[in-house]
């Protein structure tokens, strides 16, 4: 390969040579990358855009909308709908999945993706990002619906992120490790940066929003207590806390340096998983972080083997090193 190897060299690699992926898959890929940079210059512009604030408008999950949120969402749809490599798509921000239209020629394949996550941190100028996943269309279907999107994330083909930080990235797998991609932003390609990215296996540091404290169930607040008492406690060694509220900015600096990002249920809402969503966040983190060596579950078990029961449901995350999620979701086998 070149010394510079472009996100486009890279998916042919993997198609052509190690013969992982179809060409199908390579270009549905290169449109979410292309929809994502689009993405990143929208968010880059902020208020001289006229894209911060409210839209007005609340989603399914009723959280109120921004303006990004709406705007992110459309490009990914406008982008991918005529490709001719997707059957559907799915969306945080949408009620049900979009079928493609009939004037344009359908795929096999199935996209998801959460179009700006951590919206919160959108007006206040701290990183962001679109996550997206891609299912197959079951064999035979013809008209796809919600329900075709229901499967484990086992059987995902490709998950990714964006991140619109400092530096825009592509942080992607295709099941053949992780791999990361910068912007360029003055040739507007994206640049391999990064390959078989590792997270190790221990770390010190956590990160997890700590203002929930008081709703706690014991085995999050155990292992939690154990972090925070250092040196002096059980684990032998200080642990440092990090949380940006972006899922996609602390799941980067897991894949960069380590440490376990949790998102527990808790006694706020006893009847609900957990805050994040299976399918457009926690599934395709679990991907790339399962790929790059770290573990992703919710307490109980694998995050990918979960069999989901609808298009927006919730789950408890705990991923990252794998050693530090081992450890808490053992806590978790003697019950809350
Ligand atoms: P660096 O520039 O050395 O990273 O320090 C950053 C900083 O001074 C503040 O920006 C930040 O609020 C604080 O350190 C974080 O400190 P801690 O690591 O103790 O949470
Ligand atoms: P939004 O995309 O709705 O802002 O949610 C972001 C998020 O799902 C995830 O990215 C963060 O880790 C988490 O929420 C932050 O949640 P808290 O505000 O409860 O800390």
């Not at 942080?171 to 932003?185: H, P, Q």
Request: with cysteine; hydrophobic share 40%.
């Amino acid at each position: 390969m070149a010394s510079k190897v472009s996100l486009t060299q890279y998916l042919v690699e993997k198609q052509r040579e190690k013969g992982l992926i179809p060409a199908e898959l390579r270009l549905l890929l290169e449109v979410v990358a292309r929809a994502c940079k689009r993405i990143g210059i929208a968010v880059s512009k902020g208020a001289l855009g006229g894209v911060l604030g409210d839209a007005g408008t609340d989603n399914v999950q009723g959280e109120s909308q921004k303006k990004l949120d709406v705007i992110a969402n459309e490009t990914l749809l406008e982008a991918n709908e005529w490709g001719g490599n997707l059957a559907a798509m799915a969306s945080e921000e949408m009620d049900h999945s979009y079928t493609i239209p009939h004037r344009y020629p359908k795929g096999e394949f199935l996209l998801l993706f959460d179009p700006l996550d951590g919206s919160s941190n959108i007006d206040v100028n701290v990183s962001i990002g679109t996550i997206f996943s891609v299912l197959r269309l079951p064999e035979g279907v013809l008209a796809p619906t919600d329900d075709h999107f229901l499967q484990p994330g086992t059987k995902q083909v490709a998950a990714g992120y964006a991140i619109y930080g400092p530096c825009t990235m592509l942080v992607l797998t295709v099941g053949d490790g992780v791999a990361a991609f910068t912007l360029d932003r003055e040739t507007g390609s994206w640049t391999l940066t990064e390959d078989q990215i590792r997270i190790p296996g221990q770390t010190k540091e956590f990160a997890i929003n700590a203002s929930n404290q008081r709703h706690w169930y014991p085995p999050v607040k155990r292992y939690v207590d154990e972090l925070l008492a250092g040196r002096d406690g059980p684990r032998g060694k200080d642990f440092n806390m990090r949380w940006v509220a972006s899922m996609v900015a602390d799941v980067h600096r897991i894949l960069t340096r380590g440490g376990i990002f949790m998102y527990p249920r808790d006694r706020r809402e006893p009847d609900k998983p957990g805050k994040l969503r299976l399918m457009y966040e926690a599934n395709p983190m679990s991907f790339l972080v399962e790929q790059a060596g770290g573990a992703a579950t919710n307490g109980l078990q694998r995050i990918m083997e979960i069999r989901p029961s609808k298009l927006h449901e919730r789950v408890a995350v705990f991923l990252g090193s794998r050693e530090e999620v081992e450890r808490v979701t053992s806590y978790h086998q003697d019950g809350d």
